[in-house]
């Protein structure tokens, strides 16, 4: 069993924001993958369903960004997972718009929900970095995250969103680089 959980804000006025993508993200493998309804536990979204042979739990943490960890760590321990069973998609202001990444282990970076997925599990879980780009000095940071997607970045997202909910099953299988690959792929059809 697996835990796919995205980062982000709850409520319908963070939606769009920068900082959500991870939620996006998970709705997309959500879809994709027509898992059952959303159901409420461990201070989160959860659904549950099965990709490439893998019993796979859906989370999003309804704790906001920065108490994640809590509830990520609950679920953990309830299925008597490990963090290396569990894998965190959020948004990386250090990579280009649309750019993916994934690395286990590692610090925080500045990243809030990272850094609290980090106290309430450890450092030994996997991170699918969903770029969102830097606005280029740090006093613009925070309205760029807390803000939403412009609209003529809509169709990137949308593409990247589908790429990355199509190829998820290459992380249930453990295979990294086939998921950046095939995800790369996909983004440049």
């Known amino acids: 069993m697996l835990i796919f959980a995205g980062l982000g804000n709850p409520g319908d006025k963070y939606r769009l924001h920068r900082h959500n993508i991870g939620f996006m993200a998970i709705d997309a493998v959500h879809e994709i993958h027509r898992f059952g309804p959303w159901t409420k536990k461990f201070q989160s979204e959860l659904s549950a369903g099965d990709i490439a042979g893998e019993r796979v739990i859906l989370l999003k943490p309804q704790t906001f960004m920065n108490e994640s960890g809590r509830a990520i760590g609950e679920a953990m321990r309830f299925y008597r997972l490990t963090p290396a069973d569990v894998t965190v998609f959020y948004d990386e202001l250090d990579?280009?718009?649309?750019?993916?990444k994934v690395k286990r282990g590692g610090g925080a970076a500045g990243h809030n929900g990272i850094r609290s997925t980090i106290a309430h599990i450890g450092e030994d879980f996997r991170r699918v970095r969903l770029g969102i780009g830097h606005p280029g000095h740090r006093d613009r940071v925070t309205p760029h995250v807390l803000g939403n997607f412009a609209k003529a970045e809509m169709d990137d997202l949308?593409?990247?969103?589908?790429?990355?909910?199509?190829?998820?099953g290459q992380l249930a299988k453990d295979d990294d680089p086939r998921f950046l690959s095939d995800v790369a792929m996909r983004m440049h059809r």
Not at 158 to 168: H, I, N, Q, R, S
């Open 95 to 100: 990579l280009a718009p649309f750019k993916v």
């Open 158 to 168: 949308a593409d990247l969103l589908g790429a990355v909910g199509a190829e998820v």
